[in-house]
């Protein structure tokens, strides 16, 4: 297996473990119901066909975890980071209350890997059966599931019952790659390091399909729709190369002259050096002048915000 360092070409066709993500499993008869309830986006629009991107929020609207909400067999299924499993079963169940829903840790029923590359849907194809087309579709067949994601190149996320091996043609690499290609596609993910401290729009959710302005009352709601239709979004999600050899992490804090006003999101080592980070920042700072990790200073991908 490659690290980022030996490997060189994103585009290439690859293959990583994403056991980093973890699952939820929601099943009963008002499971629907209630992740509409506590999600941002229309659970209604799930189905085995299509998947989206979405997020538990606290009652400021601030993002608890975010997390892929596919559907698979009857159930619901939340993919999100391995370390937010347990602490979003904790509290999803708080809500639960009379409603017939049951939540389970799936995270070791299910096989997790990532295919990305110029050749993936091909070699897809040739190694299991034709994938979805279109970003944010899936499908299931002999227990086998397939999410479309977004990507510089074709992205796939394949969840199986048993250990898939016959994918000859591709490069293993570690999921430093596959972080970077999340990065790369503007896809920020919440974890603990950055729990309740964004709305969604802070970090460029509503362009991304991971936000419903229509689907009715949820927790934060009231918060995130007041931003969408009578505020003035004051940060958004940007896209910077840091040069360093230190790790930028997920929470720290991004400085004018000793001024906090932004925070990176996620980061990943990138093949040529530095750190690629998605970061949250107060846009008038980025139009006024240079921002700063510690010493270091961001390199803005053209200098604008991802949409």
């Known amino acids: 297996m490659k690290n980022i360092n030996q490997f060189k070409d994103l585009k290439a066709d690859l293959i990583t473990d994403l056991s980093h993500l973890g699952l939820i499993k929601v099943t009963g008869s008002d499971a629907k119901q209630f992740l509409q309830g506590q999600s941002t986006n229309d659970i209604n629009k799930v189905d085995a066909e299509h998947h989206q991107l979405n997020a538990l929020c606290n009652h400021k609207g601030r993002i608890i975890v975010s997390f892929r ?8 299924y939340l993919l999100l980071p391995q370390e937010s499993v347990a602490p979003t079963l904790k509290r999803l169940r708080m809500y639960v209350l009379r409603s017939a829903v049951q939540l389970e840790d799936e995270s070791d029923k299910l096989v997790r890997i990532g295919i990305s590359g110029t050749n993936s849907q091909n ?28 990507g510089i190149v074709p992205r796939y996320i394949i969840l199986s019952e048993t250990v898939i091996d016959n994918f000859h043609k591709v490069i293993k690499v570690d999921n430093q790659v596959w972080q970077l290609l999340d990065i790369m596609a503007g896809l920020p993910i919440i974890g603990l390091a950055t729990t309740e401290e964004f709305v969604p729009q802070m970090i460029n959710y509503h362009n991304i399909n991971g936000v419903s302005f229509k689907k009715g009352c949820y927790t934060g709601q009231e918060i ?7 505020g003035k979004l004051k940060r958004k999600l940007y896209l910077a190369k840091i040069d360093t050899n230190a790790l930028p992490k997920a929470g720290d804090d991004l400085q004018v002259d000793g001024e906090k006003v932004g925070k990176i999101v996620n980061s990943a080592q990138h093949q040529a050096g530095g750190f690629f980070v998605l970061a949250s ?27």
């Open 281 to 307: 920042i107060i846009i008038q700072h980025v139009e006024a002048g240079d921002i700063y990790w510690q010493t270091n200073l961001l390199q803005f991908m053209d200098n604008q915000a991802l949409s």
């Open 123 to 150: 070699i897809v194809t040739d190694c299991l059966f034709t994938p979805p087309s279109e970003i944010d579709t899936s499908i299931t067949n002999n227990s086998i599931t397939i999410l479309r994601i977004a």
């Open 224 to 230: 995130i729709a007041r931003v969408h239709y009578l």
């Open 69 to 76: 909400v596919f559907k698979r067999e009857e159930a619901f």
